[in-house]
């Protein structure tokens, strides 16, 4: 399955610490996506990377992209109690869409 | 409100019956998804429409389900003689411009079925 996997799958940090999440998948893909999505609530899109970049920030939010290793990571920094939620990346291959497993993130004020 | 707009929130049916989910994506977007969700997992691509044509169906199973975007009116997701293994919650989502683009997410309906 393409579908892609993040690790870890669970992470709990205190509130001005960084948190790193990071997503794996097994074809060659044209972008990347990260959403999140707060409890029983829907996705929310935070960032797209294209299969030619490496970096991407916005805000407090990096990403990182290794299309060799076939890996992304989204790193939050300086975390808040609000960004409590779960963090999905998503793959586009060009014919299929995936969304990965997600990482549960828990900030501790 | 101008975002996905998804009703109902949660609906509750028996086995056998019916359910009928409704999306209206955001304005200007023609382009809408609909993913399933089971607790504590990621979301399944279940179809891809565009005004009145499907797009890509593959993550729909072959039976009992069926999705219609009409050019008039919201998108469904209809369930026929639903199952317990129906219940999830459904997301809808939209965008602006060609598949893969950023996705505009409805709150999603949760479907119980007793």
């Known amino acids: 399955s393409q579908q892609g996997e993040e690790d870890p799958q669970a992470l709990s940090i205190q509130e001005g610490e960084n948190a790193t999440m990071n997503c794996s998948y097994k074809t060659s893909i044209n972008n990347l996506q990260w959403y999140r999505q707060n409890s029983g609530r829907g996705l929310v899109h935070l960032i797209l990377i294209r299969s030619n970049e490496r970096e991407k920030h916005s805000g407090r939010l990096r990403v990182t992209l290794d299309t060799s290793k076939k890996s992304s990571s989204l790193l939050i920094t300086a975390s808040r109690a609000a960004d409590t939620a779960s963090y999905f990346c998503?793959?586009?291959?060009?014919?299929?869409?995936?969304f990965g497993t997600g990482t549960s993130l828990t900030v501790i004020p | 409100n101008a975002g996905v707009m998804q009703n109902p929130r949660h609906l509750v049916r028996r086995r056998g019956q019916e359910a009928r989910l409704r999306c209206s994506p955001m304005?200007?977007?023609?382009?809408v998804y609909w993913y399933r969700q089971l607790p504590e997992e990621g979301l399944k691509f279940m179809v891809y429409?565009?005004?009145?044509?499907?797009?890509?169906e593959s993550g729909m199973p072959k039976e009992r389900f069926s999705a219609e975007f009409p050019k008039e009116g919201p998108s469904i997701l209809r369930i026929q003689q639903v199952v317990r293994g129906d219940s999830a919650a459904y997301f809808c989502?939209?965008?602006?411009?060609?598949?893969?683009?950023?996705?505009?997410f409805g709150d999603g309906t949760r479907l119980s079925i007793l």
């Open positions: 429409l565009q005004k009145e044509n499907i797009i890509d």
């Open positions: 304005k200007g977007h023609s382009h």
């Open positions: 998503a793959t586009d291959t060009g014919n299929q869409f995936y």
């Open positions: 989502a939209s965008s602006q411009d060609g598949r893969y683009q950023p996705q505009h």
